[in-house]
T-cell receptor, first 111, second 115 residues
C-alpha cells in the first residue's frame, strides 16, 4: 500500500467552477500535509500546508484535513485555465523530515 | 535567494555509461533529498541526507545508484552503469530542520534519457 493515494484524473472543470482534489494517507502518525502544484515540464511548487483538523484558506485555495479519516483535500475556487496542472499531495511523518508524495491528480480547467 | 540548483538540466546518454547529477541546496538548509519522477511511479524518494549524512537510502533502487554529500552545499547522485529504465526526471530538494509545517523546496530537475 502506498503511503499517499490520489486519483490520477484527469479532473476537468469549467472556468470559474470549484475544483476538488482529494488525497488519502496510510500513516496515522503523519503530522503535516502539503499540496504542491506541478506544471508540465516544471518542478513541484508549494501551494500550502495544513496540520490541524479542519479548513485552512489561502486566497482561492482551501485545504481540508480530517485525521480520523486520514483524508486531506484541496479546493480551488473560481478555477482559472492557469490552474491546469498536476496537483501533488504530500505528507511527512513523525520526524517531520521525510516526505511522501502521491502520484498526483491532473486538473484541466476549460475556458 | 537562490533556490535549489541542479545540473545538468538535460542529459542523454548511452546505456552502460556513468551518469552524475549534481545539486546545490538552499543555503542554510540541513536536509537534502533526491527524488525520481516517472509517469508510472510518480515521485519517489531515493535518499535523503541530514547535515551531509545519509539518513535513509531505502528508496535507492539498486547498487548501480549511489549518492554523496561531501559538504553542506553540494551533493551528487551517480548511476553506473546506466540503463534505459533509469530514464526519468531526477529532482533534488532541500529543507531546513524544523517541526510541523517544515516544507521542502525543489530544484528544476535533471531530465535523464538513457538510450
Amino acid at each position: 500500500q502506498k503511503e499517499v493515494e490520489q486519483n490520477s484524473g484527469p479532473l476537468s472543470v469549467p472556468e470559474g467552477a470549484i475544483a476538488s482534489l482529494n488525497c488519502t494517507y496510510s500513516d496515522r502518525g503523519s503530522q503535516s500535509f502539503f499540496w504542491y502544484r506541478q506544471y508540465s515540464g516544471k518542478s513541484p511548487e508549494l501551494i500550502m500546508f495544513i496540520y490541524s483538523n479542519g479548513d485552512k484558506e489561502d486566497g482561492r485555495f482551501t485545504a481540508q484535513l480530517n485525521k480520523a479519516s486520514q483524508y486531506v483535500s484541496l479546493l480551488i475556487r473560481d478555477s482559472q485555465p492557469s490552474d491546469s496542472a498536476t496537483y501533488l499531495c504530500a505528507v511527512n511523518g513523525n520526524n517531520f523530515n521525510k516526505f511522501y508524495f502521491g502520484s498526483g491528480t491532473k486538473l484541466n480547467v476549460k475556458p | 535567494d537562490a533556490g535549489v540548483i541542479q545540473s545538468p538540466r538535460h542529459e542523454v546518454t548511452e546505456m552502460g555509461q556513468e551518469v552524475t547529477l549534481r545539486c546545490k541546496p538552499i543555503s542554510g538548509h540541513d536536509y537534502l533529498f533526491w527524488y525520481r519522477q516517472t509517469m508510472m511511479r510518480g515521485l519517489e524518494l531515493l535518499i535523503y541526507f541530514n547535515n551531509n549524512v545519509p539518513i535513509d537510502d531505502s528508496g535507492m533502487p539498486e547498487d548501480r545508484f549511489s549518492a554523496k554529500m561531501p559538504n553542506a552545499s553540494f551533493s551528487t547522485l551517480k548511476i553506473q552503469p546506466s540503463e534505459p529504465r533509469d530514464s526519468a526526471v531526477y529532482f533534488c530538494a532541500s529543507s531546513s530542520a524544523g517541526g510541523i509545517g517544515n516544507t521542502i523546496y525543489f530544484g528544476e530537475g535533471s531530465w535523464l534519457t538513457v538510450v
